[in-house]
């Protein structure tokens, strides 16, 4: 698997992986081992090989191939031998925390970048010396601070793409979000002026309700605070002595 993977022979590497599932399912064991666990000496995977050589067809085959041995409803938990012997997780770190990312924008294999970033790669993963892709992929500069050793400009320029589609995306409309109306902006506009000020109206609202409340209660409390004070006791016993004489 591994020598397959250095050569970018995909066709080579199906073979093989075909024969770690037939072999499972026929002794009902687990694979031997599979695309995402097959390790070099430095701990790179197949994947971690594919993007270093700038195998771009078994860097797709790698992440893709997996998807299409199930049928499409096929729930988590529930995929068959041959899927979990093909998958390959993209961001799967070797011995020293590099992963299949790091190593193409390392060995400046722009399209591997590009393939790996559409399929979850992720960026900001630092490998064992603190290192991310985006660290990577700054231009080398000699101790002279001016002299550019290694111009890293094109590949940098995928991790500049990413970045820039993945703001579109924040700024981009949600699919629940209500149509504009046919007038435009300045119409939705109005229309959410009056909704705060239909908001703020109830939240006063709700407010002077929640105070009249508030001051009846102290009111109520404060009345039965004074009525069992003890001069109102006093008063009390006095008047009904009184009442009491009277009636004599």
Known sequence: LIEASVRGDAAQLQKLLDEVVEFATTHKERPRCTANTARDERGGTCLHLAAQHGHVELCAFLLTHHGTIDPPTTQPGDESVAAK?????????????????????????????????????????????????????????????????????EVRAVLEEYDAERRAERRRPSKDAEPLPPEGTAIAMQLEVVADAKAREENESTAKVATALAAKKFAKKTKKKAKNSPASRRRGGTARRRGARDAL
């Open 85 to 153: 012997v093909f998958w390959t997780n993209p961001n799967r770190r070797d011995a020293k925390g590099w992963t299949p990312l790091a190593v193409a924008i390392f060995c400046d294999q722009k399209k591997c970048a590009e393939l790996l970033l559409a399929h979850g790669a992720d960026p900001t993963i630092a490998n064992s010396f603190g290192h991310t892709a985006y660290d990577l992929a700054k231009d080398q500069i000699a101790g002279d601070e001016r002299t550019i050793l290694k111009d890293k400009s």
